[in-house]
């Protein structure tokens, strides 16, 4: 296990469209129960551009010697960033998709866009979060949602939500200890989720 001395020298800094490939292999390395990691590396890589370029969204990196070890993405305006994906990279996402994956794709999103379009419990929201094994225990998932949290403050969002597998136990009691508070169980792209949610 690394030298705790040592993971106290560490930065966050803002995810930039050249840290992609990074992050993706991150998310399909330890985010493996996403639906969104079933779809595929390209499908992944056009997600994420967006979730580092949009005005609407976040990502920030967690570097200890300069080496990045985790990540947080987190949206601003869920159904703004979501809305745009599904309308100006549509054609992206059908090309970057096999014929199987694709259908599977437009089945869920059909059976969730009640959920999607429909009002949920605010607008901002966490959406991925990963940290190398190597580095586990000391807070740095932790840290990454108290950055989050700081830069939904300066843009005036004061309440955050976050969905997480029914049966991941380990990030349910990670935004537990961060206070968040269990909301509701939806079903979502064929999952069952639990949502939590904070006053900031």
Same mark, same amino acid.
């Given at each position: 296990m690394p030298n705790k001395n040592n993971i106290a020298e560490h930065t966050m800094i803002k995810a930039k469209i050249s840290d992609l490939d990074y992050i993706v292999d991150l998310h399909i390395k +330890?985010?493996?129960?996403? @639906?969104?990691? +079933?779809?595929? !590396?390209?499908?992944?890589? %056009?997600? +994420?551009?967006?979730? %580092?370029?949009?005005? +609407?969204?976040?990502t920030y990196l967690y570097a200890v010697d300069n080496k990045t070890i985790g990540y947080i993405s987190f949206v601003l305006n869920k159904k703004i960033i979501f809305i745009k994906i599904l @309308?100006? !990279?549509?054609?992206?996402? %059908? @090309?970057?998709?096999?014929?199987?994956?694709?259908?599977?794709?437009?089945f869920y999103c059909f059976n969730s866009m009640g959920y999607i379009l429909k009002k949920q419990y605010c607008k901002s929201e966490l959406l991925f979060i990963a940290v190398d094994d190597t580095y586990r225990n000391n807070r740095i998932a932790s840290k990454l949602i108290d950055l989050a949290e700081i830069v939904m403050r300066q843009n005036n969002i004061f309440k955050v939500q976050v969905s997480i597998n029914d049966d991941n @136990?380990?990030?349910?009691?990670?935004?537990k200890d961060n206070k968040y508070i269990f909301y509701k169980l939806f079903n979502f792209y064929g999952k069952k989720m639990r949502m939590y949610y904070k006053l900031l």
């Open positions: +330890y985010i493996g129960d996403s @639906f969104f990691t +079933y779809l595929g !590396r390209k499908f992944l890589k %056009i997600i +994420y551009s967006e979730l %580092i370029l949009s005005k +609407y969204a976040s @309308f100006t !990279r549509c054609l992206s996402i %059908i @090309f970057c998709l096999n014929f199987k994956t694709f259908l599977k794709c437009i @136990f380990v990030s349910q009691n990670l935004v």
